[in-house]
């Protein structure tokens, strides 16, 4: 199983930006689909975006599209989530997943998982 771990999370004041970045290890990177998910307090983890194993195909729930950007770096396996203009409604902890091959919108498709990186936005 691949391990990750996420970086960049913060305190920010709404329409500020933000990077997060998560750091892969003891996998082969480049055949894995990767995923940025989000969970609220009393709410369900959500996925956030999706991009494909090469970096070709990406996806973004509506609610951050064109507000959110996510990249992977092959060479250095990592995934960052380019996070601008942020609202108080993307207040959530922010995970990094993985796995193998396609993409998927579902958590219970992912088997590995980063710890969580804790994004606040206050209004």
């Known amino acids: 199983q691949v391990q990750l771990v996420e970086s960049g999370g913060g305190v920010v004041q709404a329409g500020s930006s933000l990077r997060l970045t998560c750091a892969a290890t003891?996998?082969?990177?480049?055949?894995?689909?990767m995923a940025w998910f989000r969970q609220a307090p009393g709410k369900e983890r959500q996925y956030v975006a999706l991009?494909?194993?090469?970096?070709?195909?990406?996806f973004y729930t509506d609610s951050v599209k064109g507000r959110f950007t996510i990249s992977r770096d092959n060479t250095r396996n990592t995934v960052d989530l380019q996070m601008n203009n942020l609202n108080p409604e993307d207040t959530a902890i922010y995970y990094c997943?993985?796995?193998?091959?396609?993409?998927?919108?579902?958590?219970?498709?992912?088997?590995?998982w980063g710890q969580g990186t804790q994004v606040t936005v206050y209004a």
């Open positions: 991009i494909s194993m090469a970096g070709s195909g990406a």
């Open positions: 003891g996998g082969t990177f480049s055949s894995y689909a």
């Open positions: 997943a993985a796995k193998p091959y396609a993409v998927s919108r579902e958590v219970k498709a992912y088997d590995s």
